[in-house]
């Protein structure tokens, strides 16, 4: 089962309850004694969890910090570029189905690529909005920004099968949780606590299928390199930790 989250605050009607209520999280005015909770703090929004020590600083989305710089330095020869093409052809319009905690989302767009992301959890949207909105703030704006639009809140396959008629993208991403764990046996904290309160996203493959009725031009999907794919895919870039399985739609881009 998915950990809890609640949203602290110490004023039930503000605007952060306005915001909690509407993404369908519980109030609570005092710390709760287990699960997560998210609290607006001068920093930013935060996720915490209830029993953590007391020197855990919790967990904030940062787009502007050096962590996010050094990954888009990897540029056009990362893996992620190459699922997409982008070390050879142009970029290209993308959906990410599967936003998380916004890296890859943000990869892309430095790489020039037009993104929209998409995120069911309620928690994590509003970690990324939040994000987002601080990096809108900023007094030097990455030009990262005009490319990557505010996150959705959606379930993918429900958004995709309602916007098919006005947007299709070159490319949609998908990059799910699975089931115990993805990459290590210690992964660092923000996957295990994106992992406990996200939970497996089981319905994978059915979003694959979607996916595919809906790009113009490729599916990318993320996975552990040792797990099954989803389908046969046409096409795989490997790397020592991850695989990214590719389903084109139009003849052959590399
Ligand atoms: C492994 S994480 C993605 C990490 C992300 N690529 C990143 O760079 O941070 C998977 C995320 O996708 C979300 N997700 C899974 N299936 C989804 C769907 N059908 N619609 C919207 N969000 C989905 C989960 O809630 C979770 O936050």
Request: hydrophobic share 45%; glycine share 6%; charged share 20%.
């Amino acid at each position: 089962m998915n950990a809890r989250v609640a949203w602290l605050t110490e004023h039930a009607e503000d605007q952060a309850a306005v915001l909690a209520h509407t993404l369908g999280l519980a109030i609570v005015t005092a710390p709760p004694d287990h699960g997560y909770y998210l609290q607006q703090e001068p920093d930013g929004l935060t996720l915490h969890h209830a029993t953590a020590a007391a020197t855990d600083n919790g967990l904030r989305l940062d787009f502007l910090g050096n962590q996010q710089q050094r990954r888009a330095a990897g540029g056009r020869q990362s893996l992620l570029a190459k699922a997409f093409g982008l070390h050879r052809h142009p970029p290209c319009s993308v959906i990410d189905t599967t936003c998380g905690m916004g890296r890859d989302s943000l990869m892309l767009a430095t790489l020039g690529c037009p993104v929209r992301s998409l995120e069911r959890h309620p928690a994590l949207y509003a970690l990324l909005a939040d994000a987002r909105a601080r990096a809108e703030q900023a007094d030097s704006r990455p030009d990262w920004l005009a490319r990557w639009a505010a996150p959705i809140f959606a379930d993918a396959q429900t958004w995709l099968d309602e916007n098919a008629q006005t947007f299709t993208p070159d490319a949609i991403y998908i990059d799910p949780m699975f089931a115990g764990g993805r990459r290590k046996a210690q992964p660092q904290k923000a996957l295990a606590w994106l992992s406990e309160i996200a939970g497996a996203d089981t319905d994978a493959a059915e979003l694959l299928a979607c996916a595919t009725q809906h790009a113009r031009r490729r599916v990318v999907v993320k996975q552990h390199h040792r797990s099954a794919p989803l389908a046969p895919p046409d096409n795989q870039i490997v790397g020592k930790a991850v695989r990214f399985d590719i389903y084109l739609k139009a003849p052959a881009q590399g």
